[in-house]
């Protein structure tokens, strides 16, 4: 798969591919591109390398000179703090690594035991690391044939016009941005990566400036668009993933007679991108789905108890080798064999419903609360800008719902919003406790980072 996909970038050569401050660069300068930087790594073979990028185009030059060169790409997160590099750096056993346009070596016998026996069996296309919301990054250890058939397979349900301009605003070493680009560039599509879209105006600017006519972003971004109008802004296609969308953002879309292709989707780093996928037609049925898995994955809900919730579980072409720190203990996964998400799912007639990580279902008194679901119920009030739900301890009550919010007006009255919440949840759903937060802490790709939270909630008293 990986020599079909360098045929088609070949096949590609002129085309615009992505769109930088500096111009336009096609497929095939990219392609150049990595292949100077491939010529630095020929003495090197199977070798974990790092990649620091302030750019799309040094970063994805570099991951592609790895694979021409046969070594394995380590994206290194822009920004990230010591404690995060130095974990990545030691965990993988880096030999060297990619800053910007130059390589910096770090030591030639840099190894990590039993692991590189693994690694030198397989045609390992990528070691992401998580961002660790929940706790510890970890290595995710994927082969280049699952990062392209997972491309390949959402390309063929997102259905991207062929000549689009797509704004990707995550940052570019996420697993949602690297499927991003696999698929754009399967589909011929031009893409602009912007990281920095920290506030609407930053946001929408680009779209106007880059003349973009697609969004491949966070719910945070559809938000922004729909606040915005979005079809005044020559937009016509949609694509969230990271935490819900929400059923207030996504029925205000459904709700337009302006054609506007929506898909909602849920992706994982151990499986190289995405696993299910709805698109308009299934939102206007159930605003929750998140659609049926995609062709090279297959996935189920484990309901021990008979009924359509449980632990989401998914298999199939895709799935990672394993944890980099699994590896090392020989533990190698089999795409026959069901992965555990660490997701609460339902299932539905069009698909499944997420219903949050496994902490985010929590018992009150007894009773199923599902945080996400006090959430959107939260921003349907359209009193707030951002919402999020976790457990913490009453000590009376047990386990209670918790309320961080960010409100959208200066006069936010709470009574007003806990009255809403009094009339829309039932008694064990509704919050106990409330903070209001000028942010909610979230990563570039949306999704809340549940370990500051966590620390939020600690610090509260009721």
Known sequence: MINQFFRFVEENFNLPLLITSNGTITYGQLLLKAKVKAEG???YKKCRIGIFADDI????????ACWLSDNIPVPIP???????????LKSAGLVGYFKNHNFVLISNETHIGEVDAILNTYNVGAILFTSGSTGKPKGVVLGKDALLVNAYSTKDKLNIPNGSKILIPVPFHFVSAISHFFVCALSRATIHFN????FPQTFLGLIEEYKISGVGGSPIHAKWLVESGYHLKGINWLMSSGDKLGPSITEKIISETYEFQLFQVYGLTEVGGRVCIANRSELKVNSNTIGHSISCLSAKVDNHDGGNEGSLLVKGESLMLGY?????????????SYFNTGDQAKVSDNGFEILGRNDDVFKVSGIKVSGPMVSDIAMSSGMLKDAWVSPMVHPLLGTVPCLLFTPKAENFDLIKLKQFLTGKLYPQARPRAFKCLENIPRTGSGKVIRREVQAIVSELTI
């Open 57 to 64: 185009e040094s970063f994805w030059a570099s991951f592609f």
């Open 324 to 336: 980099l720190d699994n590896l090392k203990n020989g533990e190698v996964l089999s795409s026959e």
């Open 195 to 198: 990281d920095a879209c920290s």
């Open 41 to 43: 790594l020929d003495q």
């Open 78 to 88: 822009k920004g990230s703090d010591n404690d995060y590099q130095s974990h990545i």
